[in-house]
Structures are given as structure tokens and as C-alpha cells.
């Protein structure tokens, strides 16, 4: 019995690991390609906020979740486009620009969003995948999931082939390495990171909207609660790698989780302190990753914050 117990406990956290890392997934990969062009964005945070409260409203509006998280996706490209004019063709500090843009998303998000405070949206159904989900024990935890958290997975997929096995891909990466190299070769060096760059604004949208529609079906000021901040720390701990945002996005996942599943056995901890987790994971994974420069180096985008004007 108490097997069945624990594979019962096993199969419910693998469930909601899958969904609490979906968001960190999102952002992680939009921000990973927006730091392959070369360009640092610190305001993911702002543009998750942006998309939480639009896909909110066009859910309540429509009660399609397909256009709430399209919506949510726009909004994040559009606010990622407004960082890009910026850091891109006027040249800002990229990491100025990003943490105004940040703070404008918290307080643009909190002022569209005071009407939507105390209004919810009905949990969806989790479908999954036909037969799959009816499998016993995990069936239901890995394939009973919001299409979305498949689409992140394709996505992550996308991306690795993209950036290794495309010519466009390789250009990209270009872009990243020497934008005064890949100018030479002709590539609009510009243009490239502004498409990079409104790509990740729409991959941090979709993981805001996520969050509002279908994580917690409601609108909170300030919920995405520094999730964008552990999606920028998801990239160099993934060392620029598709594949270990995967793996690094459902480990951040978890340990927003275990704070839950302490309280829930018993566990005599304080709250604030069980809160703490996820940032405190997040710090000391930087932390440990730091001690090596010569390994962050040799992965990291040599030009990664750099601006590029054509002529100079």
C-alpha cells in the first residue's frame, strides 16, 4: 500500500513539475536565441507581466485559450520590439533598456489589470494525448498536460535544430560571435537581432499568458513573481543550450514546487523561507557556474550585450 502510495505522490509531483516548468521553459528559450544574435534583454519579467494580463483578458473576452495565449505571445513581441528600436538602432545600454522595460511592464501590467483583480477563469480540462494519458501510474502525469506544455517541449526541440543544423540557424549564431564578421558577409546584422529579439519577447509572452490562463486561471498584480529573472539565469546555466533549458527550466520547476510539497508531509519550516527556495537556487547555481570564467567563456556569444552599428 504504501508503494502505491509513493507512486501515486511520484506521479502528481512529475505532473505539476511538467506544468510549474513550462513557463521557465517558454521564456528560457525565447531568451537563449534573443543571447545567440548577441543581444542581452533584462526586461523578461516586464514582457511576461505585459502577456499575463493581455492573455487574461482576451481569455475572459473570447474563453479561447488558443487566443489568450496567441494575444499574450503578440504583447511580448510587441514589447520586445520597443526594447529592440532601443538597444538595437539607438544603440542603448541593452541592460538599461531591459530593466526599464522590466519596470514599465510591472507598472503597465498593474494599472491595465486592476479591473481583472477579482475576476478567475474556469480551469480548462486537461485532454493530453489519447491512450498515452490512460496509461496507469505516469500515464496521466506525462501525457494528461495542457497542449502548451507539449508545444514548449516542440519548441526546445525547434530551436536545437535550428541553431545547429540551419543555415539560418548558423547565421544567427554568426550574428552572436562577430557581427562585424557576419557584415562583412553581408548578413543585416541588425534586422537578424531584431527578429531574435522580438521572437524571445513572444516566447516570454506565451509564458506569461500561460501563467494567467492556464497555471493559475486568474489575474494577480506582480504574478509572475521573478519568474523572468530565473529564465535569464536559465541561459547560462544551460550554457547557451536548448537542450539543458529543458532540463534546467523543470529543475526550477521542481524546486518552486517542494516548498509545497514540505508544507503538505509536515515538514516544520517557515514559509518565507520555503518562498526563498527557488531565488536561492537560482543564486547559487550562478554562484557555481561563476567559479569557472574560462568554461562560461568558451560557451557564451563572444559579442553577447555588445551593439553593432554598420560603418563602425
Same mark, same amino acid.
Given at each position: 500500500?504504501?508503494?502505491?502510495?509513493?507512486?501515486?505522490?511520484?506521479?502528481?509531483?512529475?505532473?505539476?513539475?511538467?506544468?510549474?516548468?513550462?513557463?521557465?521553459?517558454?521564456?528560457?528559450?525565447?531568451?537563449?536565441?534573443?543571447?545567440?544574435?548577441?543581444?542581452?534583454?533584462?526586461?523578461?519579467?516586464?514582457?511576461?507581466?505585459?502577456?499575463?494580463?493581455?492573455?487574461?483578458?482576451?481569455?475572459?473576452?473570447?474563453?479561447?485559450?488558443?487566443? /489568450? &495565449?496567441?494575444?499574450?505571445?503578440?504583447?511580448?513581441? %510587441? !514589447? $520586445?520590439?520597443? =526594447? #529592440?528600436?532601443?538597444?538595437?538602432? *539607438?544603440?542603448?545600454?541593452?541592460?538599461?533598456?531591459?530593466?526599464?522595460?522590466?519596470?514599465?511592464?510591472?507598472?503597465?501590467?498593474?494599472?491595465?489589470?486592476?479591473?481583472?483583480?477579482?475576476?478567475?477563469?474556469?480551469?480548462?480540462?486537461?485532454?493530453?494525448?489519447?491512450?498515452?494519458?490512460?496509461?496507469?501510474?505516469?500515464?496521466?502525469?506525462?501525457?494528461?498536460?495542457?497542449?502548451?506544455?507539449?508545444?514548449?517541449?516542440?519548441?526546445?526541440?525547434?530551436?536545437?535544430?535550428?541553431?545547429?543544423?540551419?543555415?539560418?540557424?548558423?547565421?544567427?549564431?554568426?550574428?552572436?560571435?562577430?557581427?562585424?564578421?557576419?557584415? /562583412? &558577409?553581408?548578413?543585416?546584422?541588425?534586422?537578424?537581432? %531584431? !527578429? $531574435?529579439?522580438? =521572437? #524571445?519577447?513572444?516566447?516570454?509572452? *506565451?509564458?506569461?499568458?500561460?501563467?494567467?490562463?492556464?497555471?493559475?486561471?486568474?489575474?494577480?498584480?506582480?504574478?509572475?513573481?521573478?519568474?523572468?529573472?530565473?529564465?535569464?539565469?536559465?541561459?547560462?546555466?544551460?550554457?547557451?543550450?536548448?537542450?539543458?533549458?529543458?532540463?534546467?527550466?523543470?529543475?526550477?520547476?521542481?524546486?518552486?514546487?517542494?516548498?509545497?510539497?514540505?508544507?503538505?508531509?509536515?515538514?516544520?519550516?517557515?514559509?518565507?523561507?520555503?518562498?526563498?527556495?527557488?531565488?536561492?537556487?537560482?543564486?547559487?547555481?550562478?554562484?557555481?557556474?561563476?567559479?569557472?570564467?574560462?568554461?562560461?567563456?568558451?560557451?557564451?556569444?563572444?559579442?553577447?550585450?555588445?551593439?553593432?552599428?554598420?560603418?563602425?
Amino acid at each position: 500500500m504504501n508503494e502505491i502510495n509513493n507512486l501515486a505522490l511520484l506521479s502528481t509531483l512529475i505532473a505539476a513539475t511538467l506544468s510549474a516548468g513550462t513557463p521557465l521553459l517558454l521564456a528560457g528559450l525565447g531568451l537563449l536565441v534573443n543571447e545567440r544574435a548577441g543581444v542581452v534583454n533584462l526586461g523578461a519579467e516586464g514582457m511576461m507581466l505585459l502577456a499575463a494580463v493581455a492573455g487574461f483578458a482576451l481569455a475572459l473576452a473570447t474563453g479561447s485559450d488558443v487566443l /489568450a &495565449l496567441a494575444g499574450g505571445a503578440l504583447a511580448g513581441a %510587441l !514589447a $520586445a520590439l520597443l =526594447f #529592440g528600436v532601443f538597444a538595437i538602432y *539607438l544603440n542603448t545600454n541593452q541592460y538599461a533598456t531591459g530593466l526599464a522595460l522590466s519596470l514599465l511592464g510591472g507598472g503597465l501590467s498593474a494599472f491595465v489589470g486592476i479591473d481583472y483583480v477579482s475576476r478567475n477563469l474556469p480551469r480548462l480540462p486537461l485532454t493530453g494525448i489519447p491512450w498515452l494519458s490512460d496509461l496507469p501510474w505516469f500515464g496521466p502525469a506525462l501525457f494528461r498536460q495542457h497542449w502548451a506544455v507539449y508545444l514548449a517541449l516542440l519548441l526546445a526541440l525547434l530551436i536545437g535544430v535550428f541553431l545547429q543544423r540551419s543555415r539560418a540557424g548558423l547565421a544567427l549564431r554568426a550574428v552572436g560571435e562577430s557581427p562585424e564578421s557576419a557584415h /562583412a &558577409l553581408g548578413l543585416p546584422v541588425r534586422r537578424v537581432r %531584431l !527578429a $531574435a529579439v522580438c =521572437f #524571445g519577447g513572444a516566447c516570454c509572452g *506565451l509564458a506569461g499568458a500561460y501563467l494567467s490562463v492556464i497555471y493559475t486561471p486568474m489575474w494577480v498584480e506582480g504574478m509572475v513573481a521573478g519568474r523572468g529573472w530565473i529564465a535569464l539565469a536559465l541561459t547560462p546555466f544551460a550554457t547557451w543550450r536548448a537542450s539543458r533549458v529543458v532540463i534546467g527550466a523543470y529543475l526550477f520547476g521542481g524546486v518552486t514546487l517542494l516548498q509545497f510539497h514540505l508544507q503538505s508531509i509536515g515538514v516544520e519550516i517557515s514559509s518565507a523561507l520555503l518562498s526563498m527556495l527557488p531565488y536561492l537556487a537560482t543564486i547559487l547555481v550562478l554562484a557555481l557556474i561563476s567559479r569557472n570564467p574560462v568554461w562560461i567563456q568558451r560557451n557564451m556569444p563572444a559579442s553577447l550585450g555588445r551593439p553593432f552599428t554598420p560603418g563602425q
